[in-house]
């Protein structure tokens, strides 16, 4: 069929033996006509290295995603219940497996700017007595369990259509950028949503500076110190009148002729 459709456009010796260029041009125009392009597929990669101070990481990518897309890039770090390091899911029992879980350890939200994205991580925090720690690790004392991390952190970048905005949500749909592939992920709801890892090993925190000074938010579950707290005295209010003492004092002195008159 595209023999015949060739040959009505151009004569046969000019198909087959001429040698005038413009007609491998209009053979090659002719042949791709009928075929339609390929929508793309979403790209979204991710780059992590430290930053140059100790628990900063700086996170990056490319991606055709419109400009102003919203990406979510998070670290974590899985803790299992047990002595044995959570190495990767894959190798434990399902047992384990479904006692395992993970903690953010920080999280940023990014937007795309002509095809690029890039943000900086934090994992360490300041514990009260000074050292450096990771948020699980100062609150390891509420978990009433021992944990083990896992010896790498992963880094996601996460990007999430239903939650975009109107404008880019049609951009989308105007480019035929398609959502699919091996990033796409799906809720438990049923949403569809993009994912890019990478695990690095990170060690622990390790260190110590300067202790924070702490606020009414950090102590007692932030009423802060109650036996501080004094209740004020009620003062009278302004147009009432003094009432008589009930311990008014007794005598047998006679009464003077002004308290007669009462």
């Known amino acids: 069929m595209q023999r015949q459709f060739l040959h009505s456009i151009l004569p046969a010796k000019q198909i087959w033996h ?15 006509g009928c075929s339609q392009a390929k929508p ?27 400009d102003q897309s919203r990406i979510t890039v998070s670290a974590i770090r899985y803790l299992s219940p047990s002595q044995t390091a959570p190495l990767a899911t894959g190798g434990l029992s ?4 479904s006692q395992l879980t993970y903690t953010v350890l920080s999280r940023q939200d990014v937007v795309v700017n002509q095809g690029k994205w890039q943000t900086s991580l934090n994992l360490w925090q300041v ?8 948020g699980w690790q100062i609150n390891q004392s509420e978990l009433k369990i ?12 996460t990007f999430e259509p239903e939650g975009q905005p109107p404008t880019i949500q049609q951009k989308i749909q105007e480019q035929g950028i398609q959502l699919e592939g091996n990033l796409a ?9 993009l994912q890019i890892s990478q695990a690095l090993p990170v060690p622990l925190p390790t260190g110590k500076t300067t202790p924070p000074t702490l606020t009414t938010a950090d102590i007692n579950g932030g009423w802060g110190d109650r036996s501080q707290i004094t209740t004020p005295e009620k003062s009278a209010p302004a147009n009432s009148k003094p009432t008589a003492s009930a311990n008014t004092s007794q005598t047998t002195a006679p ?4 308290q007669l008159l009462r």
């Open 18 to 32: 001429g040698a005038a260029p413009y007609c491998l041009s209009g053979l090659l125009l002719a042949s791709t």
């Open 40 to 66: 793309p597929e979403v790209n979204l990669n991710l780059q992590v290295e430290p930053a140059g101070r100790s628990g900063v990481y700086s996170v990056s990518g490319n991606t055709n995603l419109p």
């Open 94 to 97: 399902p047992q384990l497996q």
């Open 127 to 134: 514990a009260p007595n000074g050292q450096f720690r990771e």
């Open 146 to 157: 021992p944990t083990t991390p896992a010896p790498d952190v992963v880094f996601l970048a």
């Open 185 to 193: 992920r799906f809720t438990t709801d049923g949403q569809r949503y």
């Open 255 to 258: 009464l003077s002729p002004d």
